[in-house]
């Protein structure tokens, strides 16, 4: 398998760094070879090759067969004109790639849940996931420009039909591999977008009469993430929807360092990040959680190569890790010991091999 | 002052009976000559008119000062055509009358924070204040149309510069009369719309030098709201942004049923209304809770008519209610006496006279 490793800026290069360790470390015991290839993306991107994606990562990543991501982004680059902005690189990278399924699962560690901004009754035994559409919708619809001199601003929510079924069907397919409770999140009382996309749901879930469908408004939703985020499995939704709730629901846990994320082609072919950003205030130190990036290689074996048992590998030595009493700064597990970003590599190592 | 009252559907007609009461009350006292004019919206207005949003309803509301709405929509009319739907006579209104600035402030009661999902160490203490523009955006633009047989849909969001230059003017004199602190909230990193947003609240800032200015993306916004909602002072944000923002704020200090709501037009004309909904479940059973709607009532003293000490006698009454002991079903006032709405309406009328 090919993998190309996109560091990017700030704390990533570190972070994908440890992941790359592990995710050698579990390929070599189960028999498996992994060739790996870095390229540039982001900031560094623009200050090495005048572009946040330059087209040789781009014909790189189209080449692989996953791509794993540390962060983009950076006071540095934040007066660039919009072209010229990290962010660009990852927005750009969706879309050549076709990544139309961003999967954000959100599950609480009990040894972080005391750092949750909820209470523990609320929060404890949340698991949940958020299938976010990631190419359609106001980010990318056309036009989106200024007209009349600049007296007047427009952006475009525009989405195929078939790119709501699409993400419909991944959403059912997922809930079907867990608790078989789906929540599809629309405007659809003043939306047309969301009037068809309650419609595509309404159509789809007579093909899976063993998933439970409920729909709710965006604004409900974000009640209800925070009043009783147990009451959910699988979230479905349109891109801007999911942006929102889904780093809302990031927080829920109060370990927002640990949640990794996948961006799926229909292939089976993705994108792995950590949901947490560049963390530039501490890049170069030594001191970064590598963990959400170690759990995104472990969405990685299961989403593009269907490797199930190295996953769990990886999902089970990063919770034993935690249990044993380690943590990195930005964690706060209660009389835990606090390590750096290579010991706690190492730690993650010592438990997959 | 003519004040119109739409009681809409479910509670609404109970809770606007009892801010009625309260508003003559404290009216009389200090010999204010108010007309009350009772007018049909919503569900109540589809079964007797056809339509959710009368000609003469729209009439009566142009010609008043104030307008006072209880809550619009049920299980009745749901599966109803998008025009024959209750909220689209409250768009509808908003439109007609120019309300462009929903202000909706969120303070917590000591009374009620431990009903909160929130810690009460994060919680403590908060009071904040959403500013929403009500009458652009994502939920107004045109086209909003189904095209090409079905197989694509689209929405737009579209602002007139000067509309965001009078919201941002409006959060900025919010700003001075509070702690002085703006957020400003958008999507700067990708929508066209936001990075004009971006720059008129720059423009503006140096007419108001004495008012803090903070950018923050709504990604990063629903985030923080929850595990800092202290840092926030006023929050200016475009419609959609606000509607789902403001409904996750209105969580956080456990009293939804307390929140209410002002929306103003640029002479200060406004309609008030308490945040939560028409809840049918318990429609004429004479416990539903009226507190939020006679809020509603202060905010219109202190925004349309400026009478700031009759504002103020009414939301201390309210205050010293919940000292007292008292509460409705819905709230959970720690070994308090639980009362229905009328009962609640004479305590709130014993403490403004
Ligand atoms: C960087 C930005 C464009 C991106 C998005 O909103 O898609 C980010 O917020 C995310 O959620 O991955
Ligand atoms: C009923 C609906 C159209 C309305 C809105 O989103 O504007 C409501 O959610 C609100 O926030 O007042």
Known sequence: KQIVLLPGDGIGQEVIESAKQVLEA??????????????DIGGVAIDKHGT?????????????????????????????????RPEKGLLGIRK??????????????????????????VVAGSDLLIVRELTGGLYFGTPSER????????????????????????????????RKHLTSVDKANVLESSKVWREVVEEKKVDYPDV?????????AAMKLITNPKQFDVIVTENMFGDILSDEASVLTGSLGMLPSASLR????????????????????GVANPLATILSTALMLR????????????????????EDGYCTGDLDVKGGK????KEMTRLVLERVT
């Open 147 to 178: 007209r009349n001199n600049g007296k007047e601003v427009v952006d475009t929510l525009s989405y195929q039909r078939d790119e709501i079924e699409r993400i419909v069907d991944n959403a059912f397919q997922s809930a079907r591999l867990r």
């Open 26 to 39: 579990v390929t070599e015991r189960f028999h498996h070879t992994f060739t790996y290839h870095t390229h």
């Open 266 to 285: 229909e292939d089976g072919m993705g994108l792995y990040e950590p949901v947490h950003g560049s963390a530039p205030d501490i890049a170069g130190q």
């Open 52 to 84: 946040p994606l330059p087209e040789d990562t781009i014909r790189a990543c189209q080449q692989s067969d996953a791509v794993l991501l540390g962060a983009v982004g950076g006071p540095k680059w934040d007066q660039n004109p919009s072209h010229l």
């Open 303 to 322: 989403h593009s190569f269907g490797l199930e048992k190295e996953a769990a590998v990886i999902e089970e030595a990063v919770q034993q890790v935690l």
């Open 212 to 220: 439970e469908v409920e729909h709710l408004l965006v604004d409900a």
């Open 338 to 341: 606090q390590v750096g970003t």
């Open 96 to 121: 050549q790639l076709g990544l139309f399924a961003n999967l954000r699962p959100i599950k609480g560690f009990d040894q972080l849940l005391h750092a949750s901004p909820l209470k523990h009754d």
